[in-house]
């Protein structure tokens, strides 16, 4: 599936900036204090929420400054599954596979 459209940003109405490029992005944004994401939450059902505090790699440095590899934070945060062929250069298996809704493509704007 491709859950894309369905994405919704909080973002502090002080980062003005971050909402612009969100925007920009097409990325549904919602500028909102944290007492005003509290109420959000509190009254809708909201899925998958990620708080800035659990992006950065507490769990391994005790910092809020460090970050994960790029890797364990994909994998981590970003559901994803993998198929992949055992034969050098398939490009039979990339044509095939590419043709797939599920294939990830990235989306430029």
């Known amino acids: 599936t491709n859950a894309g459209s369905s994405v919704r940003v909080s973002v502090d109405p002080a980062?003005?900036?971050?909402?612009?490029?969100?925007?920009?992005?097409?990325?549904?944004?919602?500028?909102?204090?944290?007492?005003?994401?509290?109420?959000?939450?509190?009254?809708e059902s909201l899925y998958n929420?990620?708080?800035p505090e659990a992006l950065?790699?507490?769990n391994n440095t005790s910092s809020l400054e460090q970050f994960p590899m790029v890797g364990q934070f994909v994998s981590l945060y970003f559901p994803m599954g993998h198929i992949k062929s055992t034969t050098v250069d398939d490009e039979a298996f990339v044509e095939y596979f590419s043709a797939s809704e599920k294939w990830l493509k990235c989306v430029t704007k």
Request: aromatic share 2%; no cysteine; charged share 20%.
């Open 49 to 51: 929420v990620i708080r």
């Open 15 to 43: 980062n003005s900036a971050l909402v612009t490029a969100l925007a920009e992005l097409d990325v549904t944004v919602v500028a909102q204090s944290d007492a005003e994401f509290e109420a959000t939450a509190a009254s």
């Open 56 to 58: 950065a790699d507490n």
